[in-house]
């Protein structure tokens, strides 16, 4: 059984990798900064599959910028390069400041630009986003018979925001969902689609159709996560005028002219290993000072 390392050489030894989770997201996470992995989506597409591998929504690759402390890479399950993912780049954050690559306030290169990073002490990351941008209040879509009227707006990547007065968790959005991620008014690039009740002026409830969970989920499953599809939608209710903003998951600096999105449970790894074949080793999000403290003495020891 060939190891991740023999990705690229089949001298080389095999390729450590840890696997994390934050905001409903499962990610394999490489420090790709000696460049080994050669083909990504090979590689995403290997590691990511569930059942047979050691399964996730996507691959993170973590390597050298000129531009900030470290640059990301993001692939989605299937091999294919995204611009950006909020969870995915708190998880990130996350692992760059276990494995001593970042301090705690960092700044991450991502293909949709440079956004800032900080990691609590308690392990949850916070992220400083530009503010969402190319805001349509209303956007209606044609869908078969049906007329759907949402808002567009762009965190990063697109979003298709939809309202729902009731039923948000017993109706099945998957179809819509589809219809509307692909739908050619929006672009080659399509949406996430974001299906969202207000509950209230400072809360709302969200379910989002995402085009990297489609394999994984049987189709296209639609669950909450509430990463960039929190920001967008938290934007999209403010300019519409429906909630009050600054919520726990999104809040503006208006001074910084920055969006901060953070969740109030900390990203955490969920496995460690060296080869697709391992089993998986458990390991609470609990004590990063202590796994910094043995890296740092292991860097210190091979730099002597």
């Not at 690559?101 to 900080?118: C, L, N, Y």
Request: proline residues 4%; hydrophobic residues 40%.
């Amino acid at each position: 059984m060939k190891t991740l390392g023999q990705v690229q050489s089949a001298k080389q030894d095999p390729l450590a990798f840890a696997k994390m989770a934050g905001g409903g997201n499962d990610f394999v996470v490489i420090d790709n900064r000696q460049g080994r992995v050669a083909d990504a989506g090979e590689l995403t597409r290997r590691i990511c599959t569930p059942h047979l591998s050691v399964g996730a929504d996507g691959l993170i690759l973590i390597e050298h910028s000129p531009r900030a402390t470290f640059r990301m890479r993001y692939f989605n399950q299937d091999g294919g390069l995204a611009d950006f993912c909020a969870n995915g780049t708190r998880c990130a954050a996350r692992f760059a400041f276990v494995n001593v690559i970042a301090p705690k306030r960092m700044t991450i290169e991502t293909d949709a630009g440079v956004v800032g990073a900080e990691v609590a002490d308690g392990g949850a990351v916070t992220l400083s986003l530009p503010p969402p941008r190319a805001f349509a209040a209303e956007r209606s879509l044609r869908v078969g018979e049906r007329t759907i009227r949402g808002s567009s707006i762009l965190v990063g990547v697109p979003h298709y925001v939809i309202y729902v007065r009731d039923g948000l968790w017993s109706h099945d959005v998957v179809p819509l969902g589809r219809a509307i991620r692909t739908h050619a008014d929006l672009g080659s690039a399509g949406a996430n689609v974001n299906f969202v009740t207000i509950c209230d002026e400072h809360a709302i409830e969200v379910r989002t159709y995402e085009p990297d969970v489609r394999a994984r989920r049987g189709g296209g499953d639609a669950v909450m996560r509430l990463g960039r599809g929190g920001v967008g939608v938290d934007g999209g209710a403010v300019g519409e005028g429906d909630v009050a903003g600054g919520g726990a998951d999104a809040e503006r600096d208006h001074a910084r002219g920055v969006v901060r999105a953070g969740r109030r449970r900390a990203e955490r790894r969920t496995a460690e290993g060296r080869r697709a074949a391992d089993l998986p080793r458990h390991d609470d999000a609990g004590d990063d000072r202590r796994v910094r403290s043995r890296l740092r003495a292991r860097s210190q020891s091979a730099e002597c």
